[in-house]
């Protein structure tokens, strides 16, 4: 990806029905059989036409949002959604840290709500489910399969596509009141990939663990396969977060700003002219894919190695 950083060396069970009792046949009367006369009071009575009662509309079932204390383990598209807790935690990165960059100077964030991020970056196939459209096709560094990431997405495409499936997943009543699909804020962002940790990386500090956890310059460019290889084929993090280190960079909604924002559920700075992107990449070195790691773009920029993941929040 062209980025403007120096990059490395390149629910319920049905009813069963239940069978009508029998109800014996009265016998007929014998012909010498006395009759019984019935009191008056009843005789009076004239039995009422019985009226049918109108037959109910059908309700149209509601997919089940909630199952026990979480959701469906995947929304309307197949993409798996992650609860992640409020909580604070040390943004960016402490001097001693090797291959930090002068933009990750630390700063202390809490994160006041729970919110729900993918589990992995956008599919090519959850992405032609909402938009229809696939902007890779003809691309170079392109790998086939429906499960790779959908590249070549500027940040207004991300956009739109969360905004497509919000209205979406609304008409089909899969989102509470309030609901909706968006871009992750830079602090969300590196908050679910550190996942409780400290360390340069989310399963720690030795860079010769992340072939095991990414796809890097390491174990793509050195073995020839150049391209943004499919989602969920690494260890995930202690969140159940896969490839939040390497294989795409991926777009946040904040403006970049070389000072971090601190404090409680920081959004960046109102305006700018280049958004954050998060993540390292295919062809990054282990330095790139650290869990501070920074990197910025036009809005408007595209290229293999830039992709995105949604969360999922409230109002």
Not at 39 to 54: D, G, I, M, S, V
Not at 61 to 74: D, F, S, T, V, Y
Not at 123 to 152: F, N, S
Not at 188 to 206: L, M, P, Q, V
Request: aromatic share 8%.
């Amino acid at each position: 990806m062209a980025l403007k950083k120096t990059t490395a060396a390149q629910g319920s069970k049905a009813r069963p029905s239940l069978a009508k009792a029998s109800t014996p046949k009265k016998l007929a009367t014998k012909a010498n059989a006395p009759k019984v006369k019935a009191p008056k009071a009843l005789a009076a009575k004239k039995a009422a036409p019985r009226t049918k009662a109108p037959a109910k509309k059908p309700v149209a079932a509601k997919p089940a949002r909630r199952a026990g204390a979480g959701r469906p383990e995947a929304n309307s598209v197949g993409m798996k959604l992650v609860p992640i807790p409020a909580g604070s935690f040390t943004m960016g990165s402490p001097l001693s840290e090797k291959g930090r960059g002068t933009d990750e100077a630390q700063q202390p964030v809490t994160i006041l709500t729970p919110f729900l991020i993918s589990r992995t970056v956008v599919t090519k196939a959850e992405w032609k489910a909402v938009m229809k459209t696939e902007p890779w096709k003809g691309q170079r560094c392109v790998v086939d399969g429906d499960d790779a990431p959908a590249v070549y997405v500027d940040w207004h495409d991300a956009v739109a596509f969360c905004r497509k499936l919000t209205v979406q997943e609304r008409a089909g009543g899969w989102l509470e009141k309030g609901e909706h699909y968006r871009l992750p804020t830079e602090a969300e962002w590196e908050y679910a990939c550190r996942a409780g940790t400290k360390s340069a990386w989310s399963f720690g500090a030795d860079p010769r663990k992340l072939s095991d956890y990414a796809w890097h310059y390491g174990n793509t460019g050195d073995r020839k396969e150049a391209y943004a290889h499919r989602v969920g084929l690494k260890k995930p993090n202690p969140w159940g977060l896969c490839d939040m280190h390497g294989n795409v960079y991926e777009w946040c909604s904040d403006w970049y700003k070389s000072a971090l924002a601190g404090g409680e559920n920081p959004q960046g700075p109102s305006t700018g002219t280049m958004k954050v992107l998060r993540g390292g990449g295919w062809g990054y070195d282990p330095a790139r894919c650290r869990s501070a790691d920074r990197n910025k773009n036009d809005p408007s920029f595209t290229d293999f190695s830039g992709g995105f993941r949604v969360v999922l929040a409230g109002e």
